[in-house]
Nanobody, 116 residues
Framework: QVQLVESGGGVVQAGGSLRLSCARS????????MGWYRQAPGKKRELVAA???????NYAEAVKGRFTISSDNAKNTVFLQMNSLKPEDTAVYYC??????????WGQGTQVTVSS
């Protein structure tokens, strides 16, 4: 069973930066992708950014040029560097991973609040 533990959320003023981390543990099954989703109040959960085991990345249009996803495979950790934050980035951010058998796993979520 995979466990995902997120850290790094908080409150920041518009224009500021935050870095989220997600550490994966609990299974030796290869993973195919890790990423971040977010869910704002009253809205559906949406993909923010993802990185495959081969290093390919994918970003939501709303965060392109401001957010960067990266991974440290040796430490089974994925990061999300968020710059130039906007109030509309306020949401609960969830770490996600999918393994070789297409099982999906989610972290508990971390709150990001951007004040104007």
């Amino acid at each position: 069973q995979v466990q995902l533990v997120e850290s790094g959320g908080g409150v920041v003023q518009a224009g500021g930066s935050l870095r989220l981390s997600c550490a994966r543990s609990g299974s030796s099954i290869s993973i195919t992708v890790m990423g971040w989703y977010r869910q704002a109040p009253g809205k559906k959960r949406e993909l923010v950014a993802a990185i495959t085991s081969g290093g390919s990345t994918n970003y939501a249009e709303a965060v392109k040029g401001r957010f960067t996803i990266s991974s440290d495979n040796a430490k089974n950790t994925v990061f999300l560097q968020m710059n130039s934050l906007k109030p509309e980035d306020t949401a609960v951010y969830y770490c996600h991973t999918r393994d070789y058998y297409n099982m999906n796993y989610w972290g508990q979520g971390t709150q990001v609040t951007v004040s104007s």
